[in-house]
Nanobody, 127 residues
């Protein structure tokens, strides 16, 4: 069993920066691929970024490439999403996810079919 708790959300001006954190419980954290999804008001949940168990490979949706960076610290059971130069269209509830399947698996496509989800943290980007 893995429990995920997100933090770091809030209100940020466009062009600023924000770092989300996701703390995971459980001794098997390092076995899981970790990722972030988001759901904007009135829209479906969508994939944002993911990182494999070793941290060696990362995946991003095209709209955040070059602006967001996902990383993980297996010693701290924590995954991060550094959001640089956010835009108003990045406003959403951001969810942390954990899954044993690598992020190239179809389970990571679209709204995601993950083993575990956090409850989400709201990110609001003002223009």
């Amino acid at each position: 069993q893995v429990q995920l708790v997100e933090s770091g959300g809030g209100l940020v001006q466009a062009g600023g920066s924000l770092r989300l954190s996701c703390a995971a419980s459980g001794r098997t954290f390092s076995r899981y691929s970790m990722g972030w999804f988001r759901q904007a008001p009135g829209k479906e949940r969508e994939f944002v970024a993911a990182i494999i168990w070793s941290g060696g490979t990362t995946y991003y949706v095209d709209s955040v490439k070059g602006r967001f960076t996902i990383s993980r610290d297996n010693a701290k059971n924590t995954v991060y999403l550094q959001m640089n130069r956010p835009k108003p269209e990045d406003t959403a509830v951001y969810y942390c996810a954990a899954d044993l399947r690598i992020p190239s698996h179809p389970a990571w496509v679209g709204s995601g079919d993950m083993d575990y989800w956090g409850k989400g943290t709201l990110v609001t980007i003002s223009s």
